[in-house]
């Protein structure tokens, strides 16, 4: 059992920068492909990116590319999401998860089994 905490979250003004952290306790981190998603009001779960379990691979939503990072230090457990320039649009609260199968970029919710509970990110305009 993998057990996720995302932190980092809080209210920043449109053009701020957060960095969230995603930390697992009961297995290694370091074993697993991430990913993170973001849930706003009213709307469903999406996808914001992906990174390999190595590190060398990531993959972002079209909305976030150039703006957000995915970063991973294995050594501390930790799986990174740094945001720049943020918009009132990325408001939401904002989840890691681990998918089912280590191999290849995944994006769907549905391919991800373990999540965290989430964080909340709110821009201000």
């Known amino acids: 059992q993998v057990q996720l905490v995302e932190s980092g979250g809080g209210l920043v003004q449109a053009g701020g920068s957060l960095r969230l952290s995603c930390v697992a306790s009961g297995r290694s981190l370091s074993n697993y492909a991430t990913g993170w ?3 706003a009001p009213g709307k469903e779960r999406e996808f ?3 990174i390999a379990w190595s ?5 972002y939503a079209d909305s ?12 501390k457990n930790t799986v990174y999401l740094q ?10 609260v904002y989840y890691c998860a681990i ?4 191999w290849g970029y995944r994006r769907l919710e549905n391919e991800y089994t373990y999540w965290g509970q989430g964080t909340q990110v ?4």
């Open 37 to 39: 998603f973001r849930q």
């Open 48 to 50: 914001v990116g992906w």
């Open 55 to 59: 590190g060398d691979a990531t993959y």
């Open 64 to 75: 976030v590319q150039g703006r957000f990072t995915i970063s991973r230090d294995n050594a």
């Open 83 to 92: 945001m720049n320039n943020l918009k009132p649009e990325d408001t939401a």
């Open 99 to 102: 998918p089912r199968l280590n």
């Open 122 to 125: 709110t821009v201000s305009s």
